[in-house]
Structure formats: structure tokens, C-alpha cells
């Protein structure tokens, strides 16, 4: 039999094993990673199955100051949980399939989906591309952030807009959101999935965002016209996901769906990410319509008979093309202050996106037809 001091020399790939000798054998239930101190010998200790009655200096981890044992059964805090699961999901799909991309809006949660991105496959460069699927109406903020990001981190970036909705003039004033959104959002995404035959795209979509993206999995499968039936989606037990896709299929790929809105804004102030201006508070120019408003960001906003923009301190939940996105009063102009804010608020960041409000499950509708 091995004597005490021959367990605590064992080379480091035989620490869990210690670890499950003390543990699970001998039933010490002391938090501490050593046992307390008393005159038993080792070898009497030993003998006796008991390693509780015997004190010695905790065995060193090498990339640890604390002792094995404590270290071994450390738990993750709740953020490190939802990023360790989502840095897995981006493995998954690197390696499972062919031709994945990473569809980026220049948002607060595609810069947390770029931050995990670059941390699953560090110290090398993420291993797809970006795409930003261009309206020609968002935020001009937006725009130099996305350019300046790209440059920054040095990824590969895809910008595909709709020309053949350019060249007819689609916009949210002369057409509306439906018709704009459909248009220049959903077909310009499937028009750049057909073209590049990607066959996974990962979305910063969330789960606690709307009731429909409630319903959707991890891994949300398209057929081969991009549409999503929600009555028919593969189980994810024991987050076991499925990828098998046929030819001209894809797969929709959501590693942020288990976060919520507070978890991104606080994962965002301890990781230390930047995203755009526009989501801390700052006198805006603004137009109230329909008790929403409307930040002018350009000179192709017309202006109702009467109407002047009004300089008011706003800022944004969540961002899009700025005639159909929300500003909300606010004076949160710090990270903690927007934390602050998100602790008493009682209503979804996309109460604030007019794309929702078309119609009854009108997000379900135009997920149905191919919108992320």
C-alpha cells in the first residue's frame, strides 16, 4: 500500500484521481484543503482510511496559487457559466460544419458574440467570416463602428445589401417597416446565405428578447428556402445538439439564447468590451411619433408639417435602422448607470423596435419566412 507521502508527490495528471481519493473513498467533509492536524502517523492514517487525522501542505496546482483540491471544485460564477457554454457551442460549430458566419449588426449583444468569438479561438483569428447585412438605413454610428471594429480586430467582414430593392427605392418612409424589413432585411439575408452557401450562421438572438425567439433552440434548423417551422425543431437534451443538415439546409446558431438582457450589460462592464455611443445617454435630435421617439440621423427623414427636432437626452436599447428604432429618456451615461437602469425596468429592449409591432406575432411571422 502507498503511503501518504507517495499520494501527495503524484505527477500532475493524477490530481483528480487524489482529488477523488479524498473525496468520494474517505468522506472528508472539511472545506478546507487540508485535513486538520493531529499526532497520527500517516502510515496510521492510511491504514485506517481516515486521511482526516493527519495535516499536510496542500498539493500546489501549476496554474494556481490555491491547493488542488480547492481548485479542482471551484465553481464557475453565473457569467463565467453562460460564457464557458457559449465559447463550447462556437467550437461545436467551427469543427461540425463546413462553411459557418457570423452575422454581425454592430449591436451591444454582436459585440459580446465577437468578444466570445475571439476568445474560443485565441491566441489564433476567428476561423469564419463576418457578414453585416446592410439596410442603407442604419445608425451612421454604426456604420464607422462595424468599420473600425473590422480594422481593429483584423476579421474578415461581408457587407451584402438588396440592390434590387435599392434601385426600387425600398425605405421604411415610403414603404413601411413591413415592406422595408422583409425586403431589405430578410431576402438580403437569404439572397447573401444562397450566395456564399454558408451552412451555419451564428445570431446574437436571446430568448428573453420576444415570446417567439422564447420557442427557438441553440441550433435552429432551416430547410433549403431558409424558412423556420417552430413546430417542428430538434430536441437539445443534456445540450447535445444536432447538426446534420442536407445539402442546401442551414442552421440558425444562437450561443447567447440562455443570457438575459442584464447578463450582457454586466458581462460587458467586467470584460471591458466597447460597443457604439448610442446606447449610452447623450442630447439627441428627436421627433415623437406615435409616442415613440425617433432620433433624425439624416437628412432623408421627412419632417411632418410643423415638426422640428427637438435636442433631448436619450439613448438607445437596442439598435437597428433608425427610423424604426426607439430612443427612450435617459441619464444613464456610464456602464453601472445603464446596470443601475436595467435592475428597475419592467419592459423588453424591443419594446423600443416598431419591426415588432406590424401585427399580432408578426417576429414569429418573419422568422417563419427566413429573418433571424
Keep these: 500500500m502507498r503511503s501518504h507521502n507517495n ?9 483528480f484521481l487524489c482529488d477523488r481519493i479524498k473525496t468520494s473513498r474517505f468522506r472528508v467533509q472539511s472545506k478546507d484543503c487540508t485535513p486538520p492536524l493531529t499526532s497520527t502517523s500517516p502510515e496510521t492514517a492510511l491504514q485506517s482510511n481516515n486521511f482526516s487525522t493527519h495535516r499536510k501542505k496542500p498539493i500546489k496546482h501549476k496554474y494556481s496559487s490555491q491547493g488542488c483540491y480547492k481548485t479542482m471544485t471551484s465553481k464557475l460564477t453565473h457569467l463565467k457559466q453562460l460564457e464557458a457554454e457559449s465559447i463550447h457551442i462556437f467550437r461545436e460549430v467551427a469543427a461540425e460544419f463546413q462553411n459557418p458566419v457570423m452575422l454581425y449588426s454592430v449591436g451591444k449583444d454582436s459585440s459580446v458574440l465577437l468578444h466570445l468569438a475571439r476568445k474560443a479561438f485565441a491566441p489564433g483569428k476567428i476561423p ?13 454610428e454604426m456604420i464607422e463602428f462595424r468599420d473600425r471594429m ?4 483584423g476579421f474578415e467582414l461581408i457587407t451584402h445589401s438588396n440592390e434590387e430593392g435599392i434601385k426600387q427605392g425600398i425605405g421604411p418612409f415610403t414603404h413601411g417597416s413591413s415592406v422595408h424589413t422583409d425586403v431589405m432585411k430578410t431576402q438580403a439575408l437569404k439572397q447573401a446565405l444562397d450566395k456564399y ?14 415570446k417567439s425567439r422564447a420557442k427557438e433552440r441553440v441550433y435552429s434548423f432551416r ?9 417542428n425543431q430538434r430536441p437539445e437534451l443534456w445540450n447535445i445538439y444536432n447538426g446534420k443538415v442536407h445539402k442546401g439546409e442551414s442552421i440558425r446558431v444562437f450561443p447567447l439564447s440562455n443570457w438575459t438582457e442584464l447578463d450582457i450589460w454586466q458581462y460587458i462592464y467586467l470584460e471591458n468590451i466597447e460597443i457604439p455611443e448610442l446606447y449610452f445617454a447623450k442630447e439627441r435630435p428627436v421627433v415623437e411619433r406615435d409616442g415613440t ?12 408639417p410643423g415638426e422640428q427636432p427637438q435636442q433631448k437626452l436619450v439613448r438607445f436599447r437596442t439598435l437597428g435602422c433608425y ?15 445603464i446596470i443601475q437602469e436595467m435592475l428597475l425596468t419592467t419592459t423588453s429592449e424591443r419594446q423600443g423596435r416598431m419591426i415588432d409591432h406590424d401585427s399580432a ?11 433571424f
Design 7 to 15: 499520494i501527495r508527490k503524484l505527477p500532475p495528471k493524477h490530481l
Design 128 to 140: 469564419f467570416p463576418l457578414m453585416h447585412v446592410d439596410t442603407t438605413w442604419k445608425f451612421r
Design 150 to 153: 473590422a480594422k481593429q480586430h
Design 197 to 210: 452557401q454558408f451552412d451555419a450562421a451564428f445570431g446574437g438572438a436571446r430568448r428573453d428578447e420576444e
Design 223 to 231: 430547410d433549403k428556402k431558409h424558412r423556420w417551422d417552430p413546430k
Design 293 to 304: 421617439l425617433i432620433m433624425v440621423d439624416d437628412d432623408r427623414m421627412p419632417l411632418e
Design 323 to 337: 427610423p424604426l428604432t426607439g430612443a427612450i429618456e435617459s441619464s444613464a451615461a456610464t456602464l453601472p448607470e
Design 361 to 371: 406575432g408578426s417576429m414569429e411571422k418573419k422568422k417563419m419566412e427566413g429573418y
